[in-house]
Antibody
Framework: QITLKESGPTLVKPTQTLTLTCTFSGFSLSTSGVGVGWIRQPPGKALEWLALIYWDDDKRYSPSLKSRLTITKDTSKNQVVLTMTNMDPVDTATYYC??????????????WGQGTLVTVSS | QSVLTQPPSVSEAPRQRVTISCSGSSSNIGHNAVNWYQQLPGKAPKLLIYYDDLLPSGVSDRFSGSKSGTSASLAISGLQSEDEADYYCATWDDRLNGPVFGGGTKLTVL
C-alpha cells in the first residue's frame, strides 16, 4: 500500500522560504517510471501543479513558478523535499504531494497525500 | 486561468446521468492521456479515471471516461448523493512540459 504524507510549517511570513517534506512508503523512488509530484490548491480554488521529480532525478517545474522552486529527493529516506522562495500571501494554499506513475501513453497521480495547509501572513 | 476548460458546475437528480466536459488543445489532450480526479469536500483528490477511460481498482463502474480530439468527458451514471464533489481533468502538456489541470467542476446532486 502506497502512502504519502506532507510535513512543514503551517505559517510562514512574506518573503520567507517554504520547505515542505513528503515522506512516503510502499514504493521506491529508484524504480523506473516512478515519480513524486507537488500540487497546491488555494482555498476554494483549483489544483495547480508545481513540480515533479522522477526516479532518474529528472526534474520538471511549473513554468510560472520555476524561478522560485527546487525539488530534491532522498531515496534512502523515502523523502522528497520542495522549497519555494519569496513566499507571498497569494501562495496560501493546501500543498499536496502525490505518487506519479508513468506509462507509454501518459502519467497520473495516485495516490495523494492528505495535504498540508500553508498560510502566508505577517 | 486553467489550461484545460471545464464547466464550473453541473447538477442533476439522483439516479440520473451527468457528463462533465474538459476542453484542451493539440499540445495537451490532443496528444496525451487524460485523467480525472474526484475531490470530496475537505479531502485530497482521488484518481477516478486514467489513460482516458480506464478505471483504477476499486472505482465504481458508474464512472466512465472518453476522449475525442482535444476534448474529454467524464460521465457518471446512477447519480448518488455521495457523488457530490469537485471533479478535475488533467493531462500532460507538451508545450509546458508538465501536467496541467482543469479548473474543476462542482457536481451537485439535487
Amino acid at each position: 500500500q502506497i502512502t504519502l504524507k506532507e510535513s512543514g510549517p503551517t505559517l510562514v511570513k512574506p518573503t520567507q522560504t517554504l520547505t515542505l517534506t513528503c515522506t512516503f512508503s510502499g514504493f521506491s523512488l529508484s524504480t523506473s517510471g516512478v515519480g513524486v509530484g507537488w500540487i497546491r490548491q488555494p482555498p476554494g480554488k483549483a489544483l495547480e501543479w508545481l513540480a515533479l521529480i522522477y526516479w532518474d532525478d529528472d526534474k520538471r517545474y511549473s513554468p510560472s513558478l520555476k524561478s522560485r522552486l527546487t525539488i530534491t529527493k532522498d531515496t534512502s529516506k523515502n523523502q522528497v523535499v520542495l522549497t519555494m522562495t519569496n513566499m507571498d500571501p497569494v501562495d496560501t494554499a493546501t500543498y499536496y504531494c502525490a505518487h506519479l506513475s508513468s506509462g507509454w501513453y501518459g502519467n497520473w497521480f495516485d495516490p495523494w497525500g492528505q495535504g498540508t495547509l500553508v498560510t502566508v501572513s505577517s | 486561468q486553467s489550461v484545460l476548460t471545464q464547466p464550473p458546475s453541473v447538477s442533476e437528480a439522483p439516479r440520473q446521468r451527468v457528463t462533465i466536459s474538459c476542453s484542451g488543445s493539440s499540445s495537451n489532450i490532443g496528444h496525451n492521456a487524460v485523467n480525472w480526479y474526484q475531490q470530496l469536500p475537505g479531502k485530497a483528490p482521488k484518481l477516478l479515471i486514467y489513460y482516458d477511460d480506464l478505471l483504477p481498482s476499486g472505482v465504481s463502474d458508474r464512472f466512465s471516461g472518453s476522449k475525442s480530439g482535444t476534448s474529454a468527458s467524464l460521465a457518471i451514471s446512477g447519480l448518488q448523493s455521495e457523488d457530490e464533489a469537485d471533479y478535475y481533468c488533467a493531462t500532460w502538456d507538451d508545450r509546458l512540459n508538465g501536467p496541467v489541470f482543469g479548473g474543476g467542476t462542482k457536481l451537485t446532486v439535487l
